[in-house]
């Protein structure tokens, strides 16, 4: 059974950086490519990075690029996700998940707030 434990939110000030950590059990996790997604309140799903299984192909959302950066140690079957100049609006529960699938997480919530 695939499984992924995400770690690392709290809460922030703006301008604040946080490191998301995702450990992946039950799943070949060094073949596959992965992705990180987030739910604001009261909003849907809203993908905003992936990577690919060896690490050397990154995408990124416009509303992320050059603040976060996603990376991954298949050794340890751990996804990263860097998070530098935090905003309000980045507030909402991060989740990671294989690319095209939905996130089985319970997923890590981050909050930035003064």
């Known amino acids: 059974q695939v499984e992924f434990v995400e770690s690392g939110g709290g809460l922030v000030q703006p301008g604040g950086s946080l490191r998301l950590a995702c450990v992946a059990s039950?799943?070949?996790?060094?073949?596959?490519?992965m992705k990180w997604v987030r739910q604001a309140p009261g909003k849907g799903l809203e993908w905003i990075s992936s990577?690919?299984?060896?690490?050397?192909?990154?995408l990124y959302a416009g509303s992320v690029k050059g603040r976060f950066t996603i990376s991954r140690d298949n050794a340890k079957k751990t996804l990263y996700l860097q998070m530098n100049n935090l905003k309000p609006e980045d507030t909402a529960v991060y989740y990671c998940?294989?690319?095209?699938?939905?996130?089985r997480g319970q997923g890590t919530q981050v909050t930035v707030s003064s």
């Open positions: 039950g799943t070949t996790f060094s073949s596959r490519d």
């Open positions: 990577i690919g299984a060896s690490g050397s192909a990154t």
């Open positions: 998940a294989i690319t095209n699938t939905s996130p």
